[in-house]
């Protein structure tokens, strides 16, 4: 399962000592380090993410930990909340890297290259670039396992990026995110049940996530995940709503 750690806001030590470390300590980063701080308020995540955001709006010229101011830091604008801070750092990216993180967002938290080459319908090889591209942003970063995998840093940074896109993408990404795994995976349908029932309802998809969804329910019942278990019942519920009045949907009722 996952392990959720909920960190306390850094006290103002911790917060200078990292904006150091992420920064540097030149002459010339004083004033925007204290507007930096001020908007952060102890926030980690955010005091990354605003550095970043000004290192690649060209506020700030050097390398990571040795930066310096590089134009009147009054004129320098710092975004207000962690939201804009994301949205705007997405927003800079174009082609291939921007479609490859809002698809990894579509795929979720964890992000199988192989799943991603089969919805952008680019080689493994060809992705790897600008794989690394969002690695080097610090979107993404390389999970250790046996297969090519990757997740994002934080997941914030996947809402974000998710939200960014149009309602009519996202539907569309989800359906294809079914019909690869579908495709590529289907001597392996039960390792990727969970995956499927997510991906087809948020598709749309109401015939199909409905045999999915009660797999994924009875799966999570067996190893004792109620809450997970009772999130995916109601979630079924409301797909069924969808079906018109029939022996089928009365079966599926049932069934749940």
Known sequence: GVIRLDLLPLDGKASDELLDSLMGDDVTLLSIKKRILAQAEGNALFLEELVQALAETKSLEGAPG??????PAGRIEIPQTIHS??????D???GMPKSLLQTSAVIGPDISVALLSGMLGV????????????????????????????????ELTREVAYGTMLLGLRRSLHA??????????????DEHIDRLADHAFLAELWEKAVPY???????????GANQIAVGIFERGLETLSH???????TKAEIDF
């Open 66 to 71: 040795k930066f310096r101011v590089s134009k």
């Open 85 to 90: 801070v994301l949205a705007a750092r997405i």
């Open 92 to 94: 800079l990216l174009d």
């Open 123 to 154: 080689s493994p090889a060809r992705l790897a670039g600008d794989l690394k591209t969002l690695e080097a942003a610090d979107f993404l970063r390389k999970v250790t396992t046996v297969a090519p995998e990757y997740s994002f840093k934080h």
């Open 176 to 189: 294809k995110a079914v019909e690869i795994i579908e495709s590529r995976f289907s001597d392996r349908i």
């Open 213 to 223: 969804q009660l797999r994924s329910c009875r799966r999570a019942v067996r190893r």
């Open 243 to 249: 079906w018109p009045a029939s022996a089928a949907r």
